[in-house]
């Protein structure tokens, strides 16, 4: 069972706007440390999606934001494209675990 | 580019041991972490473990205390991530990722390393 969760799956048309969820506890996001996003595409690695809360690498669309508040995160996604689907992963540190912990994931359906 | 090379798929047989490895190269490899994470088939990420390519300090999560050992080779830029007494349920796709400057976030990742552990 993981730390931190997330829903299992969430759905939406192109062009639509999802967001998926990362719920967590005071020993993992309330106890201030960042919240990591990733994205996995069918068949490969996963790729940094937002870092430190809410920052985009280069190269990642403005599409993708990320946003925390007490011991949640949220990835929002606005303007779904086909190429959006796939699994998507929320990672924070915990201090009870004394552990890096991933959500549960979220697989991203366009309609 | 900065890119992390896994090694190639392994099959082992329950109570064997692999060794797998994590040539990184275009970075100071000294200078970034690298971690390791595994997914079994179908499931979710599954943080393993941590190595300081600079001092070779580890850190490991406590499920895998006593079967875990990740060693660097600083000369040929590449980290090793030994399993021992694979069990069945060890089956995974096996990922290296180096942590960002700043930031507790993998921002580069291997290409995966697939283990089968069947009899």
């Known amino acids: 069972q993981s730390v931190l969760t997330q829903p299992p799956s969430v759905s939406g048309a192109p062009g639509q706007r999802v967001t998926i969820s990362c719920s967590g506890s005071?020993?993992?996001?309330?106890?201030?440390?960042?919240v990591h996003w990733y994205q996995q595409l069918p068949g490969t690695a996963p790729k940094l999606l937002i870092y430190?809360?809410?920052n985009r690498p280069s190269g990642v669309p403005d599409r993708f934001s990320g946003s925390k508040s007490g011991t949640s995160a949220s990835l929002a996604m606005t303007g779904l494209q086909a190429e959006d689907e796939g699994d998507y992963y929320c990672?924070?540190?915990?201090?009870?675990?004394?552990?890096?912990?991933f959500g549960s994931g979220t697989k991203v359906n366009v309609l | 580019q900065v890119q992390l090379v896994q090694s190639g798929a392994e099959v082992k047989k329950p109570g064997a041991s692999v060794k797998l490895s994590c040539k990184a190269s275009?970075?100071?490899?000294?200078?970034?972490?690298i971690h390791w994470v595994r997914q079994a088939p179908g499931q979710g990420l599954e943080w393993m473990g941590v190595i300081d390519p600079s001092g070779g300090d580890t850190t490991y999560a406590q499920v895998f205390q006593g079967t875990v050992s990740m060693t660097r080779e600083t000369s040929t830029t590449t980290v090793y991530m030994e399993l021992s007494s694979l069990r069945s349920d060890d089956t995974a796709l096996y990922f290296c990722a180096r942590v960002s400057a700043g930031f507790d976030a993998f921002d580069i990742w291997g290409q995966g390393t697939m283990v089968i552990v069947s009899s």
């Open positions: 430190g809360n809410d």
């Open positions: 990672q924070s540190f915990d201090s009870s675990l004394t552990a890096h912990v």
């Open positions: 275009g970075y100071t490899f000294s200078n970034y972490y």
């Open positions: 005071n020993s993992n996001i309330g106890a201030g440390f960042d």
